[in-house]
C-alpha cells in the first residue's frame, strides 16, 4: 500500500481574482507508463470571499479508468468525450484529446512537448516516467533499463522531484520488499483446503491481528483468490502480527497461528482442520445463558475455553476471543459488519461479484465470475464458443510448470492428440496411396476422396500446431508475440474450413453415387470427373467466404489473474447480426452435410431395392430392402454416426450456451475431438466396404513392398 501526500500551492488564474466568479478545481489523473488518462476529482472551494483557502482532501484512485458516459448532455465535439467525476455522481466534463482544450474541447492549441509525452494544454506537458521538464527534453538516467535501480525485477519509478532528479520509488513484486526490492519475504505459510470448502468458496480473507496492551488492536486484511485446480494457498507474511485467521465465508473464521511474541516462522505447512474454526457463542452457550443481557452474559466467556477443550476461538456480534495456553479466553474487539463487496463501486463486468480487502482504503480487489465468464474482471465469455480449445484448456494449463506438473486433463489432452495425429497420418496416407491410383478416379467420386485424404492430412496437422502452440504459449514456453499473433489469427479459422471442406466433400460423394443410382446406365463418368473438379474449387471457396468474418474479429488479449499471466485469443463479434451469421455457418456447416449424407443413402438403398424388385417380382420388395441394407450397411452406419457427432456439437454449442466453468470442461473437450473423426475414418468408411477401393490399396501395399525388397 502506497500513500502519498502533497502540498501544492494554486494561485488564482485572474489577480486579482473575480468576486462574481464560482472557482472550483479539478485534478486529473493520467497513467504514468502509457500516459492514457484515468480518472478526475472535482473539488469545491468553500469560501469564495477568502483570499486565502485551505483545502485538504483524500483521493482514491479507483482500480479501473474511467469510461466514456453515455447518458451525458454535454457536447464535447469530435475531439473530447463526456466523463463523469470521482467523487460527484451526478457531474460531468468533456475531457479532450491531445492538441484540444476548452469547456468543449473547441480550442485548439499548439504544442511543443517532446513526442513521448501528452500535451495537455498548451503551457503542460505530461511527461514519461524517463523524461522531465517543461517541454519533457530532459532526460531522467535513474530508471534508465540498462540502469535499473531496483532489484529482483521492481518497478523503478523516477520520483517528480525538480531538485532531486535521482530519486527515485520501487514497486516490488510479491514476496519481495525493501527501498529497492532487496529483500525478499521468507515467512510463508501453505494451508491446503479440502475439497468441500474449494466448492464453497473461490476467496479467503487473512485477517491479521497485531496486539498492543494500551490501545486498540490493528487489524489488517488481505484478500486471497484460490487458483483454479489447486486446494493450496500461499500466504506470504509481511505485517507483523500476533493472530492470524482467515475468513472463507461471511463469519467463517479459522485460527490459524497465534503467539504472544512476534516471531520468525519461515515456511509453515499446514492442513484447514475442522477443530481450528471460530464457533459462534450462540453455539456454544445454553438457552439460559443466551436469555441474560450482554453484559451478563459476556462474564461467562472465560468459562467457555475450559468447557471446551478442543476449542481454539469464539465470536458474538462485538468480540472475537482466543483461547490460550491455560485455557482462558482473551477476547479483543472485531467488526464482523464490515463489508467487502467495494461499496457498491463494482469494477466486475457481466454481474461478476466485487471484493475488496479494505472497506476504507482498498488496495485490492478481486472478481468472482459468474458462469460462462472469466478473466481478471469477469470480460471474457464462452457464449458461443464453447468448442474451442482456447476456452476449454487455457485455465487448465498452469504457467512455469513443467508438463509433468500440469493437471491430469492436459496430459490426457496430449496422449489424445498424440493417438490422433498417428492414426490421421495413417488414415490420410493409406486413403492418398489408394485414391492416387487411376482406377479408383474413374468417376468423380474418386477426385472428391483423394482431396478428402489431402484434408484430413492438413486437418490433422493445424491440430497438433494449435495443441502444442497453446500449450507452450500459456506454459510461458512460447513468447513470441508475433508468432502466437497469426496462430491466433489464422489456426482456428483454417481448421474451421478444413473440417467443414471435408464434410461437404464426403457429401458430394454421397450425392454422386445416388445421382449414379437414379441414372443407372445414363451415368456419364467422363462428365462427372469434369464437374467434380468445379465443384471441388466451388466448395472451397464458399467455405473460406462464411469463415472471413472469424479472423477479422480474433485478437489477443493479455490477462493477470492472480499472479497467471494468461494470453487469450477472443473472439468479440462487434454486432449481434455477426454472431447471428457465425451461428447459423456454424448450424449450416455442423449437420447439413451429414444430414444430406443420410439421405443420399436411404435414397440409394431404397431406388436399388425398387429396381431389383422390378426385375425380381417373385422375391418380394422387403427382402430386396433387407439386401440392400446389409451391402449398404456400413456406409448407413457411418452417416448416422456423423449425424449423432454432429448433434453433439450442435446441442453443446447451441442448447447449453456456454462453458459455465473449467470445471465441466471434459464433455466439451471430448465433444472438440470428436469433430475431427470425420477425417480420420476415410479409409474405414469408404475403402475396407468397397472391393475396388480395397484391391487398389492391396495393389499399392504389395508394390511398395516389393520396392522395398528390390532396395534392400
Keep these: 500500500m502506497i500513500f502519498n501526500k502533497f502540498n501544492i500551492y494554486l494561485l ?71 466523463m463523469r467525476y470521482v467523487n460527484k455522481n451526478s457531474s460531468y466534463f468533456c475531457q479532450c484529446d491531445q492538441g484540444h482544450s476548452g469547456r468543449y474541447c473547441n480550442i485548439q492549441h499548439s504544442c511543443s512537448c517532446s513526442s ?30 540498462l540502469n535499473n535501480s531496483c532489484e529482483n525485477n521492481g518497478l523503478c519509478i523516477p520520483v517528480d522531484d525538480r531538485i532531486n532528479v535521482n530519486d527515485f520509488t520501487c514497486l516490488c513484486k510479491e514476496n519481495f520488499y525493501g527501498k529497492r526490492c532487496e529483500n525478499q519475504t521468507e515467512d510463508r505459510i501453505s494451508i491446503e483446503l479440502n475439497e468441500d470448502m474449494i466448492q464453497q468458496v473461490s476467496i479467503i480473507f487473512i485477517h491479521y491481528i497485531k496486539a498492543f496492551d494500551h490501545s486498540e488492536h490493528q487489524h489488517i486484511t488481505e484478500i486471497k483468490k484460490i487458483k483454479y485446480g489447486e486446494n493450496t494457498i500461499q500466504i506470504h507474511l509481511k505485517p507483523q502480527f500476533h493472530i492470524l485467521f482467515i475468513e472463507l465465508l461471511k463469519n467463517d473464521y479459522y485460527l490459524i497461528i497465534k503467539q504472544e511474541t512476534i516471531q520468525k516462522l519461515n515456511q509453515i505447512q499446514m492442513k484447514l482442520l475442522s477443530n481450528q474454526q471460530c464457533v459462534s457463542i450462540h453455539e456454544l452457550m445454553n438457552s439460559t445463558l443466551k436469555s441474560y443481557n450482554y453484559l451478563h452474559r459476556i462474564k461467562y466467556y472465560p468459562l467457555l475455553c475450559r468447557q471446551y477443550k478442543e476449542l481454539m476461538c469464539f465470536y458474538d456480534e462485538t468480540y ?78 498452469k504457467p512455469n510448470l513443467s508438463f509433468s506438473q500440469q493437471p491430469m ?23 492418398i496411396l489408394t485414391f492416387h491410383m487411376k482406377k479408383t478416379r474413374d468417376v468423380g467420386c474418386g477426385y472428391y476422396l483423394l482431396v478428402s485424404s489431402w ?180 456406409h448407413l452406419i457411418a452417416s448416422c454416426v456423423f449425424i449423432l457427432i454432429a448433434l453433439i456439437r450442435l446441442i453443446l454449442s447451441f442448447t447449453s450456451g456456454c462453458m459455465k466453468s473449467p470445471n465441466n470442461s471434459w464433455l466439451f473437450l471430448i465433444a ?26 492391396n495393389t499399392v501395399v504389395n508394390r511398395t513392398i516389393q520396392r522395398f525388397r528390390t532396395v534392400s
Design 320 to 397: 472475537m476471543c482466543i483461547c490460550d495456553l491455560d485455557r482462558f479466553s482473551n477476547c479483543f474487539i472485531f467488526n464482523h459488519s464490515l463489508t467487502y463487496d467495494c461499496q457498491g463501486h463494482n469494477y466486475c463486468e457481466n454481474n461478476g461479484q466485487c471484493f475488496q480487502d479494505d472497506p476504507k482504503c482498498p488496495v485490492e480487489a478481486l472478481c468472482i465470475c459468474s458462469d460462462c465468464y472469466y478473466g481478471l474482471k469477469c470480460q471474457f465469455t464462452t457464449e458461443g464458443f464453447a468448442l474451442s480449445l482456447d476456452y476449454i484448456l487455457s485455465y487448465h494449463i
Design 409 to 431: 486433463i492436459i496430459k490426457i489432452s496430449i496422449s489424445i492428440t498424440t493417438i490422433m495425429f498417428i492414426l490421421g497420418l495413417i488414415n490420410g496416407i493409406a486413403s
Design 12 to 82: 488564482y488564474p485572474n489577480r486579482p481574482k473575480n468576486l462574481s466568479s464560482n472557482y472550483s478545481i479539478r485534478i486529473d489523473i493520467f497513467n504514468k507508463i502509457t500516459l492514457t488518462y484515468w480518472a478526475s476529482w472535482h473539488l469545491s472551494i468553500p469560501f469564495q470571499f477568502l483570499p486565502v483557502n485551505r483545502i485538504a482532501t483524500q483521493l482514491f484512485i479507483p482500480i479501473t479508468t474511467q469510461q466514456f458516459e453515455s447518458s451525458c448532455s454535454l457536447s464535447c465535439g469530435k475531439h473530447g468525450r463526456c
Design 116 to 145: 513521448d509525452s501528452f500535451c495537455l494544454t498548451s503551457s503542460i506537458c505530461l511527461c514519461s516516467m524517463k523524461t522531465f521538464g517543461r517541454n519533457c527534453s530532459l532526460t531522467r538516467s535513474v530508471c534508465q533499463s
Design 672 to 697: 472438440y475431438f470428436i469433430s475431427f473423426l470425420p477425417s480420420m475414418m476415410t479409409f474405414i468408411v469408404y475403402i475396407l466396404p468397397s472391393k475396388v477401393y480395397k484391391k487398389e490399396f
Design 455 to 634: 484434408i484430413s492430412i492438413c486437418l490433422i496437422i493445424m491440430l497438433i500446431i494449435k495443441f502444442w502452440q497453446l500449450l507452450l504459449s500459456q506454459m510461458l514456453i512460447l513468447t513470441s508475440r508475433s508468432f502466437i499473433n497469426v496462430n491466433c489469427i489464422l489456426l482456428d479459422m483454417i481448421i474451421k474450413i478444413l473440417i467443414a471442406f471435408n464434410d461437404w466433400l464426403d457429401t458430394c460423394v454421397s450425392i454422386e453415387r445416388a445421382m449414379n443410382v437414379s441414372k443407372g446406365v445414363r451415368f456419364n463418368k467422363n462428365k462427372s470427373k469434369q464437374i467434380s473438379k468445379w465443384v471441388v474449387l466451388s466448395i472451397l471457396i464458399v467455405t473460406i467466404l462464411t469463415h472471413l468474418h472469424d479472423p477479422i474479429h480474433r485478437q489477443l488479449i493479455d490477462d493477470i489473474d492472480i499472479d497467471e499471466k494468461r494470453i487469450w485469443c477472443l473472439v468479440q463479434y462487434s454486432s449481434s447480426s455477426i454472431s447471428t451469421w457465425n451461428s447459423f455457418i456454424t448450424f449450416v456447416h455442423f449437420l447439413m452435410p451429414f444430414l444430406i449424407n443420410l439421405l443420399s443413402i436411404i435414397f440409394i438403398i431404397i431406388s436399388i431395392a425398387r429396381s431389383r424388385s422390378n426385375l425380381q417380382t417373385r422375391v418380394p420388395f422387403i427382402d430386396h430392402l433387407r439386401s440392400q441394407l446389409k451391402q449398404q450397411k456400413s
